[in-house]
């Protein structure tokens, strides 16, 4: 098992190979980067389960370890994550530190694995539709480009999702998975857009 100092915060999923960028201006959260710099830069991103403090976490977030850092005069930080490895929480410590810390196992990635050419070019196939019922401008010959780790954890990630979407999406055991619920997601996400114009359930 492996100690992490953990920052909970809704609607923020990290993905190993990604990266996040933070703007950090809370002392207890400025504390945690001022810690990790001085340690391993490692900082675990992880959602709570509600929106208020001290809330239950969900059980499975990412490691990211510090990458740029900007530190600003009044003790503000600008900094980008980068993703590395999930892990999954065993168990919350009782700590001093002004920022919540969790004993946790890393779980293993296959960065080797593949899609299959039909999950390949149904998901470009439904993505396509997303970005143009959403109005998003998108470079499909880059998309195209992408190696389907890079690309499907990269429209998790950058994904306009719920939290509990979010979640499920970083808790898929592996490609294949994540990508069948993005593209059940996004089917979702357009059917409710068009049943409901003024809001979806879906953010």
């Not at 069948?180 to 114009?197: A, I």
């Amino acid at each position: 098992m492996t100690r992490i100092t953990i920052f909970p915060l809704p609607g923020a999923v990290l993905y190993p190979g990604l990266q996040l960028p933070l703007h950090i201006f809370e002392p207890r959260y400025r504390a945690m980067v001022s810690d990790a710099l001085a340690r391993d830069r490692l900082i675990g991103m992880i959602q709570p389960q509600r929106a208020h403090e001290g809330a239950p976490l969900y059980s499975i977030g990412c490691l990211g370890r510090i990458g740029d850092v900007e530190a600003l005069e009044d003790g503000r930080f600008n900094i980008v994550l980068e993703g590395e490895q999930r892990f999954r929480v065993v168990r919350e410590l009782d700590v001093t530190t002004l920022f919540r810390q969790v004993e946790a196992d890393l779980l293993e990635e296959d960065v080797d694995e593949v899609l299959a050419p039909v999950e390949r070019a149904g998901f470009e196939r439904e993505a396509r539709r997303f970005a143009d019922a959403q109005g998003y401008v998108v470079d499909w010959d880059q998309v195209t480009r992408l190696d389907d780790y890079a690309l499907i954890n990269g429209v998790s990630q950058i994904a306009p999702f719920d939290p509990a979407a979010k979640q499920a999406l970083l808790e898929a055991p592996g490609i294949s998975a994540r990508c069948e619920l993005l593209v059940q997601l996004m089917q979702f996400f357009r059917r409710t857009s068009d049943d409901d114009k003024d809001g979806a359930t879906l953010q």
